[in-house]
């Protein structure tokens, strides 16, 4: 077959990553961001074409979308409902790394459009939601028919030694974290989905040499395994993991409403709380120091019990995090591109890949999954 045309949305960390991968697997590879010099960094490194474009030109985005195979989008959750829905008018492929709940729900709605024009559009395809779910979801259908007690995920991304009061640096864009600390979480509790709230239901967990460490709720990283999977699972949670006090910080923010976006009158001045808030982390965090990718899966049922485990580091090219989120939605397109994998319509990334399918595309890039002790 001739080699696949994909076309990569986003030329920061996680975008190059993606580039870089499907560079490596024969790809022709173009990128595309607003910003020239972002892209021209990246030509340098890599042997990709690059074009300037803004996502909200519907116009150009159509047109750069014509010629290819598939769309990896890394550019921010506010843009995947209308980019999944011009990828399928294009008749290409479409991932991206989601992580809002409405925004994924509106592009499951395109199931009929992609299914018509012969594509998949697979929205979650990161690190959580990605590929933690389907890890989760291959325990899941590793036990027994009957009812299933708990199915847990926790998973962070952590500079490998705290970094100032959050022990955090900037490993993502700061308005998808903040999006991850304020949308309400869904959960199963007694096999039915609930809503809880973020920055909530705090656990310790040990995790030598990274912690102690916190865990608590954040949104997004269930996906769709409350819904696919209520009235089987008697319990199931997405948590983040953070260095001990970073939950509590950002808590305490959340309830004095600094997370709101509705503007605040303040003398003769009206702002809103929460783009002051992600100007400020995204300006005054620091970036860029080794970090690690820290995730935990595992499901019960009676006496029997499923985990796995993935720590990743920094591999001296791209950050773990951007490593983890990236290779996953990669690995994906190269199956769907060259016919491994035939799914088609739109859904959860573990309704389009089984741990089978995916654990070996990412062990030929370092990232490895392993048992985890009862």
């Known amino acids: ?6 076309l990569v949305l986003g030329a920061g960390i996680v975008g190059s990553a993606a580039a870089w991968d499907l560079a490596r697997r024969a790809h022709v590879v173009t990128v595309a961001d607003r910003r020239s010099g972002a892209l021209a960094e990246l030509a340098d490194q890599l042997d990709v074409a690059t074009t300037t474009i803004d996502v909200d030109d519907a116009t150009a985005v159509a047109g750069l979308m014509a010629s290819q195979d598939a769309v990896v989008s890394a550019v921010p959750y506010s843009h995947g409902a209308s980019l999944a829905s011009a990828a399928a008018a294009a008749g290409a492929h479409y991932v991206d790394f989601g992580g809002n709940p409405r925004v994924v729900k509106q592009q499951l709605r395109l199931d009929a459009i992609a299914r018509e024009a012969d594509v998949a559009v697979v929205p979650d395809c990161g690190l959580a939601p990605g590929l933690a779910n ?22 962070g991304a952590l500079p490998q030694v705290p970094i100032g009061a959050l022990g955090y640096q900037l490993a993502f864009s700061a308005g998808g974290l903040i999006n991850e600390y304020a949308e309400r979480c869904e959960v199963l509790e007694n096999g039915e989905v609930v809503d809880v709230e973020p920055l909530s239901r705090f656990e310790t967990v040990d995790w030598e040499p ?40 950002f808590r305490s923010m959340f309830e004095l409403g600094l997370f709101d976006e509705v503007p ?15 100007e400020a982390l995204r300006t005054r965090l620091p970036r860029g120091a080794p970090d690690v990718v820290l995730v935990r899966v595992w499901a019960t049922q009676g006496t029997r019990h499923l985990g796995v485990e993935l720590v990743d580091v920094h591999d001296g090219r791209f950050s773990a995090l951007a490593r983890t989120t990236a290779f996953p939605a990669t690995a994906l397109v190269d199956l ?13 990334m573990p309704q389009a890949i089984t741990g089978a399918q995916l654990l070996p595309e990412l062990e030929a890039v370092g990232v490895s999954v392993t048992p985890l002790d009862p």
């Open 336 to 348: 769907l591109v060259r016919g491994e994998l035939t799914v088609r319509g739109a859904l959860a």
């Open 134 to 155: 389907v890890l989760a979801t291959d325990m899941i259908a590793a036990l027994e028919p009957g009812p299933i007690d708990s199915v847990q995920m926790r998973v």
């Open 1 to 6: 077959m001739t080699a696949p045309r994909t």
């Open 210 to 249: 990274w912690g102690p460490l916190e865990a608590f709720s954040t949104a997004g990283g269930t996906s769709t395994l409350c819904r696919d999977h209520a009235g089987r699972v008697d319990a199931l949670e997405y948590k983040t993991l953070r260095f001990q006090g970073h939950g509590l910080t």
């Open 264 to 278: 605040w009158t303040v003398g003769t001045t009206s702002v809103a709380p929460r783009p002051v808030l992600v």
